[in-house]
């Protein structure tokens, strides 16, 4: 069983940073899944639409994973897995093209913790927009950046990868 502690401080604004969330086997595991089923991803820009603060959609394409929808990869990576007692009910893995993005937003639905890791090398990174400035998260697999709720005001600059991987961890929903 992976359960995780994590300690919320005033001061951090909701966000924290798990150092392996996902082990190298583990991304590798998502890496295959991933090729495997990239008929499954729905385009964002028409498909449940994520609206950003400025009006925009964002331009990336997605999927649902859960013990549900794909039992085989959930119980090999996601079973059990939990942060504070709180266990983890989804994942949503988002895959961009150079070119795609997503401005500025809120993330809609109503988690305790969602939590952020890449699955690919990428040069890229996910930017949380703080009080004091930007909090710049580059893409490193299996480092996990996460928020509490979903207050934070968060972005995905323009992909300048090939490909960039992410996977959306969603606990207590």
Known sequence: MVKMVIDITPDSEGLFEISELLSHDQVSLMRDFIDANM???LDRSKFKPNTCLD???GNYRSMVISRETHPDIWFTV?????????P?????????NKGDHIS???DKQNNIYTVSTAVTDSSDCLVFETSTGDVICKDNPGVGYGFYGNRPVHRVPVVTSDSRVTLLLMYGN
């Open 104 to 106: 500025s937003h809120r």
């Open 55 to 57: 009006g925009s959609v």
């Open 78 to 86: 996601f079973e059990d897995m939990s942060i504070n007692d709180i």
């Open 88 to 96: 983890l009910t989804s994942v949503m893995l988002n895959y961009y």
């Open 39 to 41: 008929i499954c991803l």
